[in-house]
């Protein structure tokens, strides 16, 4: 139960509890510790990168490298294509609406009616790994050696005003 002498769980980058399981995102994919057993499960087609992991209106949301997906009980299933879902944030103000960090950039996603949509903002910036709202409209978006930048988001948040490099 302490650990994984077999290696398969990996380097371990994001922990949550969700419907009475313990999640673990890791570099070789999606795991599940059954706290009564202390068994790890993998959870199916999730190999690879997991980075981020929120629970959003009661569901599980696995930012991945091979894009975002929805996890319920064992099934892994895609809500978007764009690869490397580093961080996921909610625009202050604005119900089930959230902006994603990702290798290509930034990422809307919007929940309506228990599905998901997602749409690119258009801008090729950098890779944002880290990402900080200050106001509905403004952002700071961080990556580990191209430095901070504040993102302006137009009044609805679907598309980038500016991209300025804070050195």
Known sequence: RDSDNTGRLGAVYDVIN???????????????????SG?????????????????????????????TFLV??????????????????????????????TYGGLVRFDL????????????KTIPVKYLVFESPYVAWAAHAYKGLFRVCFNETCDSIKSFTNYK
């Open 18 to 36: 969700y419907n009475n399981r313990l999640y673990l995102g890791s570099n070789t994919g999606l795991f599940y510790l059954d706290e009564d």
């Open 112 to 123: 309506k009616n228990l599905s998901w949509t997602a749409q690119h903002l258009g801008v």
């Open 39 to 67: 068994v790890l499960t993998f959870v199916e087609d999730s190999q690879g990168q997991v980075w981020d992991l929120k629970i959003i209106n009661n569901q599980l949301i696995c930012g991945h490298n091979n894009g």
């Open 72 to 101: 319920d009980d064992n099934q892994f299933t895609k809500i978007s294509d764009f690869t490397g879902g580093w961080v996921l944030q909610k625009i202050p103000e604005m119900q089930n609406a959230f902006i994603q960090g």
